[in-house]
C-alpha cells in the first residue's frame, strides 16, 4: 500500500490532516459506526408484524400456535425458508428468536452429549478447537473463549477460506472439531465462498469423526446489487460425499423483519435434527409459534422474501455507496487504505496501514465516532498486524454516514501520516 512521496509533501500531507482532525475533533460530534444493526426505517418495513397474527392462532396443520408442542417450528415457515437457507424443510428446524444462541446451544450440546460420529463429548476430550477464518465475526470467536476452544486462525481469501491450511489442519489434528464459516457476503468482509471452496470442505479428510462446520448463512437473502450471489449447497455436498453429518446450518430472520424478535433455523442431517431436538426438548417445551405464525402471514412465501429484501436493499445500498464513494475520494491513491466494496450482507472492511488500525480506531472516538474495536475480528481480539477496522454502515442515516465516513477518512489519514513521518 505504500506510496513513495518527497519528504517535504508528506509533513505537508500530515499537516494538513492534522489540521482536518482538529476541526474534525472541534465539531462535538457523537456517531456509532460499532455494530451491524438494523437502522429504523428497516425496521418499519416489518411494522405489520405488530399486528399480526390478528386473531388468528392456527398455523395451517390446525395446531393452536398458543399452546405448547412444536418442536421443529411450524411447517409452513419451514418451507419459505428451505430455499433461501439451501436445507429441505424436512431437515430445517425454525426455533427462537436467535441463530447466535442456536450456536451457543449447539457447542454447549456438543460439549456435554454426545454428537453423532462422536467417541466422547467434547468436555471429555483434550482441549479441543476450531478453525477461525479470519477476519471474522467476534461473537463466534467470544463463543469459543466462552468455553474454552482454542482458536485457529486462517486467512480468508477472496473465495473463502484458505482451503490448502483447512485441508491440512483439518486431516492432521484430531483436536480440530470444527470451522466457523459465514459463506455468503461474510461479516466483516463481504466474502462470498466460492463452489470450489464448497466442494473443498465437503469433501476433505476430516480426523476427528465428529468435526462440525458451523455454517452461519446470516446473510443468505441480504443482497445489495442486481445480481444476486448463489452459493454452492453445502449440505447436499456433504451427503453426496459420504459426510452426512458434517454441516450445521444457521440462519434467522434477525436482519430481514426484526433483529433479536425475528426467527432463528437449524439445518442438517437428519442424525444432527434427532440430536439436537433430544437436547432441546430438556430445555424447552416448544418454540414461540405465535411468532413464527405472524412471520408466516407477514413473508407468505419465498418471493415474498425475496420482495421484503429489495425494500432492504433500496434502504441500504445508498448507504454503502456513500461509502465507497467517500473513502475513494478521501484516500484513493494515498496508499494508506485499501477496502472491500461487498455485493451484500452488513460490513465493509477498511484496512489500513499496518500497525495504525488501534491507533485510528482510538483518534476516531476521540472526535466522537464510535467503531468496532480494532482486533475484534480475530480470535482473542489479537489482529497480529493491526490493521483491519470493520465499519458497519446500516444503523446511521446516511447524513451521519457521510459524516462519520469522512471523519474516519481524516483519522486515517492523519494516522497514516503520522507513522509515515516517524
Ligand atoms: N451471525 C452473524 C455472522 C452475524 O453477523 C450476526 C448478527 N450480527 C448473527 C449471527 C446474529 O444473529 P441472530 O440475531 O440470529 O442471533
Known amino acids: 500500500m505504500t506510496t513513495e512521496l518527497s519528504p517535504d509533501s508528506l509533513t505537508g500531507l500530515l499537516e494538513r490532516a492534522r489540521q482536518d482532525y482538529q476541526d474534525l475533533a472541534g465539531r462535538g460530534l457523537s456517531l456509532d459506526l460499532t455494530r451491524g444493526k438494523p437502522a429504523p426505517e428497516q425496521l418499519d418495513l416489518s411494522e405489520d408484524l405488530l399486528s399480526l397474527p390478528g386473531g388468528r392462532h392456527t398455523s395451517a396443520d390446525g395446531t393452536d400456535v398458543r399452546n405448547y408442542g412444536g418442536l421443529q417450528g411450524l411447517a409452513e415457515l419451514r418451507e419459505i425458508f428451505a430455499d433461501v437457507l439451501q436445507v429441505p424443510a424436512g431437515q430445517l428446524l425454525a426455533l427462537g428468536n436467535s441463530s447466535l444462541e442456536l450456536m451457543h446451544d449447539c457447542l454447549v450440546h456438543a460439549l456435554l452429549s454426545v454428537v453423532p460420529g462422536a467417541e466422547s463429548r467434547w468436555v471429555d476430550q483434550e482441549r479441543i478447537a476450531f478453525l477461525c477464518p479470519v477476519p471474522g465475526y467476534d461473537r463466534h470467536f467470544g463463543l469459543c473463549e466462552r468455553f474454552g476452544i482454542d482458536m485457529i486462525p486462517v486467512p480468508m481469501t477472496a473465495e473463502g477460506p484458505d482451503m490448502d491450511v483447512v485441508e491440512r489442519l483439518v486431516a492432521e489434528n484430531p483436536k480440530v472439531k470444527g470451522i466457523w464459516c459465514v459463506p455468503k457476503y461474510s461479516n466483516p468482509d463481504g466474502v462470498s465462498y466460492s463452489d470450489e471452496t464448497v466442494a473443498r470442505l465437503a469433501t476433505m479428510q476430516a480426523a476427528a469423526p465428529d468435526f462440525r462446520i458451523f455454517w452461519d448463512n446470516a446473510y443468505a437473502a441480504h443482497h445489495l446489487t442486481d445480481e444476486p450471489v448463489e452459493i454452492a449447497d453445502l449440505l447436499t455436498a456433504c451427503a453426496d ?8 446450518v444457521f440462519g434467522s430472520t434477525s436482519k430481514i423483519t426484526a433483529a433479536g424478535a425475528g426467527v432463528a433455523f437449524f439445518g442438517s442431517s437428519p442424525a444432527n435434527l434427532k440430536w ?13 409459534k405465535i411468532n413464527q405464525l405472524r412471520h408466516v402471514m407477514f413473508l407468505r412465501d419465498a418471493d415474498g422474501v425475496r420482495t421484503h429484501m429489495e425494500r432492504q436493499r433500496a434502504l441500504l445500498q445508498p448507504k454503502f455507496e456513500a461509502v465507497a464513494r467517500i473513502l475513494e475520494a478521501e484516500l484513493g491513491g494515498t496508499g494508506l487504505a485499501r477496502w472491500t466494496d461487498p455485493k451484500g450482507g452488513y460490513f465493509v472492511t477498511l484496512e489500513v496501514t499496518d500497525g495504525c488500525a488501534k491507533e485510528v480506531v482510538r483518534r476516531a472516538a476521540e472526535a466522537g465516532i464510535v467503531l468496532t474495536p480494532a482486533g475484534a475480528t480475530h480470535p482473542y481480539g489479537d489482529d497480529p498486524r493491526d490493521a483491519t477496522i470493520r465499519v458497519a454502515p446500516s444503523y446511521p442515516s446516511l447524513g451521519e454516514l457521510e459524516e462519520a465516513i469522512a471523519g474516519l477518512a481524516v483519522c486515517v489519514r492523519l494516522v497514516g501520516y503520522e507513522q509515515r513521518v516517524g
Request: avoid cysteine; proline fraction near 5%; glycine fraction near 10%.
Open 241 to 248: 460425499a459420504g459426510n452426512e453429518d458434517r454441516v450445521f
Open 276 to 288: 439436537l431436538l433430544a437436547n432441546n426438548a430438556k430445555r424447552s417445551i416448544g418454540p414461540d
